[in-house]
């Protein structure tokens, strides 16, 4: 609990006086989050190893700002998006390389 100084005896002894005690609500941020408590964007990071679709499900959750609900998500959406581009451009490099 944080006390602050409040002033100083004769004895060199300090009364402390309680600053804030606010322990009597969860903020928005203290529950966990969904999908096994990795959020949803790490979630369709993770499983977009199996299937690769679902990193342009997370893609398409970041650039409809859906982390604007809970920033907590938005590093995983983030990593969404940069493996769909990865996994885009190694998609056109091999059907390039197929091709000609």
Known sequence: MPFAAMEQD????????????DETGWGIYDKPLRCYGCGIGWFCFLTGVLCPLVW????????SNHYRKDPRERAGLAASAIAALICSAAAVITVLAVLL
Do not use: E, H, R
Request: charged letters at 20%; glycine letters at 10%; hydrophobic letters at 30%.
């Open 10 to 21: 004769k004895g060199n002894s300090v009364k402390y006086l309680l600053v804030k005690d």
């Open 56 to 63: 342009y499900y997370g893609t398409y959750l970041y650039f």
